[in-house]
C-alpha cells in the first residue's frame, strides 16, 4: 500500500516541546519531508530527511527516522503560537512513475 | 519576487457549470502539480506536468482536465463530471519531476459548488 498516517490533532501548551509522528508503508521511498500549512494557505517546505538518515536537527526541528518500523517524526522545541498550523508529512519515490505522498495532516494546537 | 500565484483565492460555481483555475510560476520551473485537499484526507495529486505541452494523470484525475501550453502556466479546469468539486486546490512547481526536487506550492483557491 501506498498510506502515509498520521494523527489529526495535536495540542501542546506554549514552552512545551511537540512531537508529531508519521507512519508509511512503502520502503523504497528516498526522502521524507515535513510541511507546515497556515490556515487558509498553501504548503510550506520546513525540513526533509535522505532515506539513509537517522536524524536532522534544524535549529528548534528535529526530525527523526525509524527505518525498520516505518516512523517518521517531527519534534519542535519550545513550541510558539505561531507554530499553530497542520502538518503534513510526505514521501517521495521512483518505483515506476515518480510521485510524493502526502499524510493525512496534524493539526497543531498551541495553547497560551 | 519570484514565486507561484493561484486565482481566484475564492470561487463559487453552480452545479453542471465547468470552472477553471489558474496557477501561474515564474521561478522557470519546468514541473507543476495540481492537488485536492479535503479535510482529514491530506493531499491527492490530480495531475502533473513534467514540461511544456505535456501532462499526466495522477490519482484523482476524473472530471478534471488541464493544459500546458506555456511554461509557466498550468490551469485546471473542473468540469461538471467532478461529482464532489468542493474543496482546497494546491498547485505547486519544483525545478524538475526529480525525486529530490522541492515543491513550491501556491496560496491555494478554494472552490464551492452551490
Known amino acids: 500500500g501506498e498510506d502515509v498516517e498520521q494523527s489529526l490533532f495535536l495540542s501542546v501548551r506554549e514552552g512545551d516541546s511537540s512531537v508529531i509522528n508519521c507512519t508509511y508503508t512503502?520502503?523504497?521511498?528516498?526522502?521524507l519531508y515535513w510541511y507546515k500549512q497556515e490556515p487558509g494557505a498553501g504548503l510550506q517546505l520546513l525540513t526533509y530527511i535522505f532515506s539513509n538518515m537517522d536524524m536532522k536537527q534544524d535549529q528548534r526541528l528535529t526530525v527523526l527516522l525509524n527505518k525498520k518500523d516505518k516512523h517518521l517524526s517531527l519534534r519542535i522545541a519550545d513550541t510558539q503560537t505561531g507554530d499553530s498550523a497542520i502538518y503534513f508529512c510526505?514521501?517521495?519515490?521512483?518505483?515506476?512513475?515518480?510521485?510524493?505522498?502526502f499524510g493525512t495532516g496534524t493539526r497543531l494546537k498551541v495553547l497560551a | 519576487d519570484g514565486g507561484i500565484t493561484q486565482s481566484p483565492k475564492y470561487l463559487f460555481r453552480k452545479e453542471g457549470q465547468n470552472v477553471t483555475l489558474s496557477c501561474e510560476q515564474n521561478?522557470?520551473?519546468?514541473?507543476m502539480y495540481w492537488y485536492r485537499q479535503d479535510p482529514g484526507q491530506g493531499l491527492r495529486l490530480i495531475y502533473y506536468s513534467q514540461i511544456v505541452n505535456d501532462f499526466q494523470k495522477g490519482d484523482i484525475a476524473e472530471g478534471y482536465s488541464v493544459s500546458r501550453e506555456k511554461k509557466e502556466s498550468f490551469p485546471l479546469t473542473v468540469t461538471s463530471a467532478q461529482k464532489n468539486p468542493t474543496a482546497f486546490y494546491l498547485c505547486?512547481?519544483?525545478?524538475?519531476?526529480?525525486?529530490?526536487?522541492?515543491?513550491?506550492f501556491g496560496p491555494g483557491t478554494r472552490l464551492t459548488v452551490l
Open positions: 505547486a512547481s519544483s525545478i524538475r519531476d526529480r525525486v529530490n526536487d522541492e515543491q513550491f
Open positions: 510526505a514521501e517521495s519515490k521512483t518505483s515506476g512513475t515518480y510521485k510524493y505522498i
Open positions: 512503502d520502503s523504497s521511498s528516498t526522502y
Open positions: 521561478l522557470n520551473h519546468d514541473a
